[in-house]
């Protein structure tokens, strides 16, 4: 039996790593057992996340979040990286880890929980950098070979709100840094994707408490779980 890639997606502070958190802990804590019975036991949970689930991607992340240099750095400033540059880099961070751990775990039946995918390139680099749509959507096939995720929960917050849940955590990141309206076309972005893929995309309102969208999650979690394991799961 083939796993199941989950994703989290949604702009900053969302609440998307608070979620998958409590997904994971949901569903290996009884969760699983109430919609899959003893089917349970042979099915594992993983979580995962882009940039960054992978050594090289840990590599990438590093390259594309971080603007920081340590302050007795005299080497010269290096220059902004370039809109095209940063695409590819995530093009990169994604063809890694979907070869290296993606694959492989839904080859041994694993359910995946992932922090971010494809929607994030074409909300951030494309909607949010102004690059082209086409050439993300081919991007994005080549990074992927084409591997789809089964179940995408947008996380749906305004994106000013979701800055500044953010930047209350402490400091921002060479992506948190960008102007709110940056922001604002990443969260249109988003609001076109979840309208072009309805099947695989669920919008989840993500102003609410974080214990109100942890129930919405289970909702639809327990939902898409008998809808996919029912048959393997009788008896
Ligand atoms: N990116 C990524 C691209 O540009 N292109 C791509 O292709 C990909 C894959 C990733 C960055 O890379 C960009 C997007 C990102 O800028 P990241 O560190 O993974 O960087 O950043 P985010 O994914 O944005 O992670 P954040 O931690 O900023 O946001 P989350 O995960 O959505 O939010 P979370 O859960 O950490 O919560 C943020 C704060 O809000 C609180 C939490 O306790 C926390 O303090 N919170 C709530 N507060 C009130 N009500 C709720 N319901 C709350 N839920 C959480």
């Not at 089917?39 to 689930?53: A, K, W």
């Not at 095209?84 to 290296?100: G, K, M, P």
């Not at 929960?153 to 960008?178: F, P, S, V, Y």
């Amino acid at each position: 039996m083939r796993g199941k890639l989950i994703v989290f997606e949604g702009v900053e502070g969302s609440g998307k790593t608070t979620q998958l958190a409590r997904s994971r802990d949901w569903l290996l804590g009884g969760g699983m057992r109430s919609c899959l019975g003893t089917l349970r036991d042979q099915i594992s949970v993983v979580v995962t996340r882009e940039p960054g689930g992978t050594a090289l991607g840990l590599g990438l992340r590093k390259l594309l979040l971080e603007d920081g240099r340590r302050q007795d750095d005299v080497t010269p400033t290096p220059a902004p990286i370039q809109d095209r540059a940063e695409l590819l880099l995530y093009a990169a961070d994604r063809a890694q880890h979907v070869e290296e751990f993606l694959k492989p775990m839904l080859a041994k039946g694993v359910i995946i929980l992932c922090d971010r995918y494809t929607d994030s390139t074409v909300a951030y680099q494309g909607y949010g950098r102004g690059l082209d749509l086409n050439l993300i959507q081919q991007l994005n096939q080549i990074a992927t070979d084409g591997l789809e995720s089964d179940l995408t929960l947008w996380l749906d917050i305004d994106a000013k709100t979701g800055l500044k849940r953010a930047q209350q955590r402490g400091a921002a990141d060479r992506m948190e840094q960008a102007d709110l309206d940056f922001h604002r076309r990443v969260q249109q972005g988003f609001t076109h994707l979840a309208s072009t893929y309805p099947q695989r995309i669920v919008r989840i309102d993500a102003s609410k408490t974080e214990e109100e969208v942890h129930l919405v999650i289970q909702k639809i979690l327990r939902q898409r779980m008998n809808e996919w394991f029912q048959k393997l799961s009788r008896p």
